[in-house]
């Protein structure tokens, strides 16, 4: 799908600009340039000309590249002692461009230093955000079976959390390393972020971390994780109920809370087009209804793709409008500070209103 890819980039950059550049520098979580190029490797620079598509790699992924690369990219090795800056900054002087847009998201020094040595050539560098960002938001069937597989494979770590939990008996921290390794072991790559694990009162923090407290033996249990594989990640939250004497506060919270997500998924099917923001506010309407007014304070859901947040939001504020194919995460909720939290979460492809995850969301007592 490369081909398909980096002609749609091209079109969005060829009006005003002869060149485009992106650069992956070390440790640079973007994974813009492997659904550019399907290189995955931690650094490299692509060239894109009104005619071809260049990859520039150095020694180590010499090898790597040419296994991974798509159709329609030359692939340029970096000579050995020569710096990645000297080699790219000399190939644009011999394409005779003389404006280049560089995404923006490149570390500042790359650019001071490519500039400098661009010093006296004619070629101007312009800055543009987000092109590639943009083409990622809607997923191609490919992706979205991908991300498919992500879930299932989430689902079952989920199933194998409800077998092996031990409450008092281990702790949020091991739970979490637990369900790491689990997960390596059954084919994921990694997790898509740290898996929150929070109980009782630290349920009610949305991004709490896990901690040396154990598993209540009695009360929430709040478990916000995900896996990637190849390439693809997922995103699930599922809230329990941990021991005898449910409190009627939580059922009635949980109620609220899987009532608002069902009427923002149902806001999910839909043709034609639809704003996020009216997909946020079929959920939060709802709760703030009810008498957890206010405590739901943070936006429905993001997308998700080869990183776990990626563009649309769906959020009061959010200016997105779905066109259908964005695959989103759905997850209202609802916290109770000092007391818990409530937080239900699914991937939803937009349009179609397909549901991905298929983990149980009636209330789970242990």
Do not use: C
């Amino acid at each position: 799908m490369s081909g398909k890819r980096l002609k749609s980039l091209r079109r969005m950059w060829k009006g005003r600009y002869d060149a485009y550049l992106l650069y992956k520098p070390e440790k640079w979580l973007s994974s813009d340039m492997r659904y550019l190029t399907g290189f995955s490797g931690s650094t490299a620079v692509f060239l894109q000309t009104r005619r071809r598509n260049y990859l520039i790699v150095d020694f180590r992924y010499k090898q790597q590249s040419r296994r991974e690369v798509g159709e329609g990219l030359t692939v340029l090795d970096v000579p050995p002692g020569e710096s990645t800056l000297d080699f790219l900054s000399s190939k644009m002087k011999s394409l005779a461009v003389s404006r280049v847009a560089v995404e923006g998201n490149v570390p500042a020094s790359f650019l001071k230093a490519l500039r400098g040595r661009l010093r006296g050539s004619g070629i101007r560098l312009g800055i543009v955000s987000g092109l590639v960002g943009n083409l990622r938001i809607r997923k191609e069937r490919g992706e979205i079976e991908s991300i498919r597989r992500a879930q299932r494979l989430t689902d079952a770590l989920f199933e194998w959390v409800l077998n092996n939990l031990r409450p008092g008996k281990m702790t949020e921290r091991e739970l979490a390393f637990e369900m790491e390794v689990w997960a390596r072991r059954n084919g994921a790559d990694g997790m898509s972020f740290p898996p929150i694990v929070a109980g009782n009162e630290r349920s009610a923090m949305p991004h709490a971390k896990p901690t040396d407290e154990p598993l209540p033996e009695k009360g929430v249990l709040l478990l916000d994780f995900g896996i990637r594989l190849d390439g693809y990640v997922s995103d699930m939250t599922r809230t329990l109920w941990i021991g005898k004497g449910i409190t009627d506060g939580f059922k009635r919270a949980y109620g609220v809370v899987l009532e608002a997500q069902k009427r923002a998924i149902e806001k999910l099917s839909f043709r034609g087009r639809r704003r996020a923001k009216d997909v946020d506010a079929a959920a939060r309407d709802f709760i703030e209804g009810t008498e957890f007014k206010g405590k739901f304070g943070h936006g429905l859901g993001h997308g998700v793709g080869m990183d776990v947040h990626e563009g649309p939001v769906l959020s009061p504020k959010s200016r997105d409008v779905l066109r259908g194919g964005e695959v989103v995460t759905v997850e209202p909720g609802v916290y109770l500070e000092g007391e818990f939290g409530v937080r239900i979460e699914d991937m939803v492809v937009a349009g179609s209103g397909e549901v991905l995850t298929s983990s149980p969301k009636d209330l789970v007592v242990l």
